[in-house]
């Protein structure tokens, strides 16, 4: 049986330095990963989390890196339709399959943010089951150009003082799938342990120690990669965040929020009182503010001197927020060009600083982006699918049969519409395209519809 992986909390680099220890007393690997790949996954995915290592008392998240991976992950799957069709063996695929697509949303959001996903289906009592793996919970070891030939997945949980691992490595060569598990004990965090077997834990008890497979040309699960080329590695075949090339500005604009919170908080309206028109809780000691209005009044002792001051002053200082948010908007632009988004998407929407032509550009580079993610998580869940299709016919979970894998995607996310039917306009204008052919595409008419419309004069201006 194929079960869950499961990983506790644990530092990801040192997951992989614990992990390549153990694989390297008997395992002959040409490591696709490295320290340094594996540092800029947990660095993604700290700033995914509001943890990124600048922020302090000071210092607070703006939470744009979650605004950006949720806002592309948006673009990518709104609408889409997907199902699995063919045979009583695509209906029940269909089945698991349309329980991904109705959490796809929330799953493309986490792989924006690390770079990539791996959807992997597991056996259980009930049939088929399928796991989302973040790509600080799997290791690839092994591509063969695109595809990943040779994968770890690290289980885990604790009991009592131990922390018991399975580390799962899936190996595809010279078309036989090879399944290996192997099973540790620790009582120390960050360490894999002692090798024991894997069926004396109750839990591993029916999993197989090492199994081979025949029928498969590809491991048995869909990998989502971003198709991102990363600028600070470029020899890693792995995904790269969709805002890898932002962190620097991420970095600045979290800082420039800061700074705007506390100008508001610092210039914040107040009535400096001498304590002693004050009257005091006798329980406490604090001073009793009129009204209760504890926020608006700050408790001052005056001195008498030459000159004597006021018993109450008044704080109300100017707020320099147009400076500030000028400043944001500029770094939020920025940052919209780092990761492929349309001017407007996170900055201000109303600034007049860019020009027609470059609005224009930036929407046909978020276009074109989101197309190629689309395209990207495709090919993932079409290899889930024939992964799911792959251990149905192990376990024999359902008939035989074919299958077909279809895709609507909302053509209006990845399309300029409104440059598509002015074109169509020009055409029509000097007749390289038939009135009723435009108003069939664009009115949603039939054919005989349209042409008949065309016969009527007050039907022939094209809005």
Not at 102 to 109: A, G, H
Not at 341 to 363: C, F, H, Q, R, V
Request: aromatic fraction near 10%.
């Amino acid at each position: 049986m194929i079960s869950q992986i499961r990983v506790i909390n644990m530092n990801y680099t040192n997951m992989y330095q614990a992990l390549r220890k153990i694989l390297d007393k008997d395992e002959q690997i040409d490591y696709a990963m490295s320290g340094k790949t594996a540092a800029h996954i947990e660095r993604w995915s700290a700033l995914y989390e509001d943890k990124a290592p600048w922020l302090d008392s000071e210092t607070e998240s703006s939470g744009l890196a979650a605004s950006v991976a949720g806002e592309i992950a948006r673009l990518t799957v709104l609408e889409l339709k997907s199902e699995v069709s063919g045979s009583a063996k695509a209906s029940y695929i269909d089945k698991v399959y349309q329980k991904v697509i109705k959490n796809l949303r929330t799953q493309v959001e986490y792989a924006n943010a690390k770079g990539s996903l791996i959807f992997k289906p597991y056996v259980t009592s009930k049939g088929i089951s399928i796991q989302y793996i973040q790509a600080d919970n799997f290791f690839p070891l092994e591509f063969d150009t695109e595809t990943i030939t040779k994968c770890a997945f690290l289980d885990q949980f604790r009991r009592d003082n131990e922390i018991y691992s399975r580390i799962e490595i899936h190996t595809l060569r010279d078309g036989l799938l090879n399944i290996r598990n192997r099973a540790f004990v620790s009582r120390t965090e960050g360490l894999i342990g002692t090798e024991i077997p894997v069926n004396s834990v109750l839990k591993w008890s029916e999993l197989a120690q090492e199994i081979t497979f025949s029928g498969t040309d590809k491991l048995p699960f869909g990998y989502f990669k971003i198709p991102l080329g990363n600028n600070e590695d470029s020899k890693s075949p792995l995904g790269t965040s969709v805002f890898s090339r932002a962190a620097k500005h991420i970095k600045e604009a979290d800082k420039r929020y800061s700074q705007i919170n506390w100008e508001y908080e610092s210039k914040e309206s107040a009535v400096h009182i001498a304590q002693s028109l004050l009257g005091t809780n006798q329980s406490t000691g604090e001073p009793v503010y009129p009204a209760g209005k504890k926020r608006l009044y700050r408790t001052v002792e005056y001195n008498t001197g030459a000159t004597d001051k006021p018993f109450m002053d008044t704080f109300s200082p100017e707020i320099r927020d147009e400076s500030y948010f000028n400043g944001w908007n500029h770094l939020a632009r920025m940052i919209e060009f780092d990761c492929n988004l349309a001017y407007g998407t996170i900055s201000d929407p109303n600034n007049t600083d860019k020009t027609a032509e470059e609005i224009k550009a930036s929407k046909q580079r978020s276009y074109s982006f989101v197309q190629s993610c689309q395209t990207a998580l495709q090919h993932a869940l079409e290899d889930l699918v024939d992964a799911i299709s792959f251990w149905c016919d192990i376990y024999h979970l359902c008939p035989s049969g074919t299958y077909q894998v279809s895709f609507d995607w909302d053509d209006s996310i990845v399309t300029d519409v409104e440059s598509e039917r002015q074109s169509d306009r020009q055409d029509v204008a000097m007749g390289a395209m038939p009135l009723w052919e435009y108003r069939a595409k664009w009115y949603g008419e039939t054919e005989e519809q349209a042409k008949a419309a065309v016969q009527r004069p007050e039907d022939t201006v094209i809005e």
